[in-house]
């Protein structure tokens, strides 16, 4: 106090010395106050719409095309096209697109996205769109999912210091949040007006968008330089490989999603079997959910001072806790109260897990280990949804969400225990620089 007020009487008042307000003061400007960045939000705010609202139009359209006793396993093969094929397209581009900076490597998937989609509604129209043609036009555009997340992330580590990587991360997530809370219902209002098929033509005119956007507000010369690599195509797992943490933090995340995905089994079954209510009830619940995990993405910023390693953690044995209600039978409201705090606690999880993998790798190999991160967990949930069935036709279906919950807590518990242990074993070579 002493010092402020000979700093004032002497006239030379600072900026370091004027207590920072709001906006100023809040984790989450110097991203939004980034030049770069700042150009490429909106276009990534309209393109997670279109993915919003697509999660509802490609299982829909699968509906209209498959017979109807085919429907149920053309829905499933739908949605799993338009997320699994992301794991051949780390391997078989790893070696052309290691080492590219963010912004090719997020434009190229868009890029991608956009024109088979919109191929799509053409042979729709043209009276060609067959089940297989639409399975397949969808494989082919989630080629590039893996490398455009890894694109993301990769942009964020270029453009901001190491310190604002976890509020980047975090505007990125509650991006997703916001588009997950809108673009369903949106998206079922125009099902309804035009059909699903046009849902998804305007899913593809947004990845059109954000395409632009990255070779428009992204300028040749303001792109970092890619890094000359000879790497394989299995490069980033190999750095995964042989960093203990890397490797530790991949198997958290997996395993994490992994014991979540019977809950999308469970769930519906659960309030229509057991508590014998109508799909409104599950919208209720999901909506629940996606609101918790958008006050939960606004909080992440506020945790860059955490030791991350413990919150990560932290997260997957909080969000075991706040299933508990579901699988005990709790009454509705209490039940629906945990899931939004479900979501709260599930939402900063990407960001800081990201935020690790930022700060333990290099420019160099970075997108190659963000790629490979990607493809390995964009198929722990649909893994352990086909688990869910065999689940539930067991256990029953709060049975199996009570199992869910205690299986998270106890993943969760051993995770802490392996931490601590790799934090007391002496230093073997790990990379990583928290």
Do not use: K
């Given at each position: ?65 498959a ?54 509604p ?16 969808l ?10 997340s ?28 916001m ?61 995964i ?7 530790g ?34 919208g209720t ?8 995990a ?41 039940s629906?109260?945990s ?10 999880y ?39 069935g065999p ?12 199992f ?11 995770a ?19």
């Open positions: 106090m002493l010092s402020l007020l000979l700093v004032v009487s002497s006239g030379r008042m600072t900026p370091a010395t004027v207590v920072r307000r709001f906006p100023y003061s809040s984790p989450y400007w110097p991203v939004l106050s980034n030049s770069l960045l700042r150009r490429i939000l909106p276009g990534l705010t309209v393109s997670a719409l279109g993915d919003g609202m697509a999660v509802v139009a490609v299982s829909w359209l699968a509906l209209q095309l017979s109807p006793g085919q429907r149920g396993l053309w829905v499933a093969i739908a949605v799993a096209a338009y997320t699994v094929p992301s794991v051949v397209g780390t391997l078989v581009f790893g070696r052309v697109l290691g080492g590219r900076n963010g912004a090719q490597l997020a434009g190229w998937d868009a890029t991608l996205r956009a024109g088979t989609l919109a191929a799509i053409v042979a729709y129209l043209f009276g060609a769109l067959s089940l297989g043609l639409y399975v397949t036009l494989a082919v555009s989630s080629l590039l999912h893996s490398w455009g890894a694109g993301r992330y990769t942009l964020i580590a270029e453009v901001l210091p190491v310190r604002d990587h976890l509020a980047g991360n975090a505007v990125l997530g509650i991006i997703a949040e588009a997950t809370i809108g673009g369903p219902p949106l998206a079922g209002l125009l099902i309804s007006w035009g059909g699903a098929i046009w849902v998804i033509a305007i899913d593809a005119a947004t990845f059109a968008v954000l395409a632009l956007t990255y070779r428009l507000a992204v300028p040749a010369a303001d792109r970092p330089a890619p890094a000359q690599t000879g790497a394989s195509r299995t490069a980033g797992f190999g750095v490989r042989r960093n203990r943490s890397l490797l933090l991949l198997t958290l995340s997996f395993g994490f999603f992994f014991l979540f995905g019977p809950v999308y089994v469970a769930l519906p079954l659960y309030i229509t079997d057991e508590l014998h209510a109508s799909a409104t009830l599950l619940y999901y909506m629940a959910f996606g609101a918790g958008l006050v939960g993405g606004l909080t992440v910023g506020y945790l860059r001072r955490r030791p991350l390693w413990v919150v990560t953690i932290g997260i997957v044995v909080g969000f075991g806790l706040t299933m508990l209600p579901l699988g005990l039978g709790a009454p509705v409201s209490l629906l109260l899931f939004a705090i479900g979501g709260a606690v599930w939402a900063p990407m960001p800081t897990s990201m935020a690790l993998f930022q700060r333990s790798t290099t420019a160099a190999n970075r997108p190659q280990v963000l790629a490979a991160n990607g493809a390995v967990t964009v198929v722990a949930v649909p893994a352990g949804t086909m688990l869910g689940l539930v036709s067991a256990l029953g279906a709060h049975e199996t969400l009570l869910c919950a205690i299986a998270i807590i106890a993943f969760g518990v051993i802490t225990g392996l931490t601590v242990l790799h934090r007391l074993a002496p230093p073997v070579g790990d990379t990583e620089r928290e």
